[in-house]
């Protein structure tokens, strides 16, 4: 590989007074003379531009002009989302992106795309004391690993949104809304489809409201209620009417009611309880 001719510098010896022989000096020209050819070899710059830099390569053993890639003329990349005017980011700086589970990126000329899931919030935990998050339609908090969330996301057209009790943390827990709710659109309520048999089981944490044709005469036991819930059971007689429905642990005013016994007579009944009983309502005989 050529180097750098430090070492072979000629003599001036015999150039340097105008009485010098240019006989003598000849081998020191030669020198110089190869001197600069070594170094025309090891350095291959045709028409530089402003920022550019000599970068050594290997393969021929020569030092190029190449960019440089952290020096002041080289502009910032910058990263434009559709929700964004963009991020810039400063040569020698690093850009990350960070996603939990399904994050995938690619690119392809100069545009990056990341994929995900949208509205993919999925804490298996949370944990410390609770600071306002606003946004995403419910005022609440979350603390710890999760900081504070602030603005007023739009959140677009999906399919259902489930938040379930496991979702937040474990089983047993409640989403507290401390705040007015309101339904632009409208409120609809799961409604569970009860089987007739002489012990119908309702469980209170399947829905809130429950149907029934009944088919013999039943008796009906409500479990998994909490403290402040409210069921609905609509009773429907069948072609045959006369069946009988009472409610075990449930008070009714006045005592245990009696259900219409018409065929296809329908009677509603609501349960709420309040920690200690279990307070029950019933509206008979709907009809047009």
């Not at 005013?253 to 009983?277: K, Q």
Request: hydrophobic residues 35%; charged residues 15%; without cysteine.
């Amino acid at each position: 590989m050529a180097t750098w001719p430090t070492g072979t510098k000629a003599s001036t010896a015999n150039l340097d007074a105008g009485t010098d022989s240019p006989r003598l000096a000849r081998a020191d020209i030669k020198q110089n003379v190869d001197n600069v050819n070594a170094i025309i070899d090891m350095f291959n710059i045709d028409g530089p531009t402003n920022g550019q830099i000599l970068k050594y390569n290997t393969s021929n053993a020569r030092f190029e002009l190449d960019t440089d890639s952290t020096g002041s003329a080289v502009s910032a990349t910058t990263f434009v989302g559709d929700d964004s005017t963009g991020t810039a980011v400063n040569p020698g700086e690093t850009f990350k992106i960070a996603g939990a589970t399904g994050i995938t990126t690619a690119v392809s000329g100069d545009t990056l795309t990341i994929t995900g899931t949208a509205q993919d919030f999925a804490f298996s935990s949370l944990t410390g004391t609770p600071t306002t998050i606003a946004g995403y339609g419910i005022t609440d908090a979350f603390d710890g690993a999760y900081g504070s969330l602030t603005g007023t996301p739009t959140i677009p057209s999906l399919g259902d949104i489930t938040i379930t009790n496991s979702t937040i943390q474990s089983s047993g827990d409640t989403i507290d809304l401390d705040d007015i709710v309101r339904f632009n659109v409208g409120y609809k309520e799961d409604i569970n489809a009860l089987t007739s048999s002489a012990s119908i089981s309702v469980d209170a944490s399947t829905a809130p409201v429950h149907t029934v044709t009944l088919a013999t005469n039943a008796t009906f036991t409500i479990s998994n209620m909490v403290a402040g819930q409210s069921i609905m059971i609509i009773i429907t007689q069948d072609g045959t009417g006369s069946r009988t429905g009472s409610f075990s642990s449930v008070k009714f005013p006045g005592g245990a009611p009696t259900l219409s016994t018409g065929a296809g007579d329908i009677d509603v009944v609501s349960v709420f309880y309040d920690g200690t009983n279990y307070l029950g309502n019933i509206a008979q005989d709907f009809t047009t």
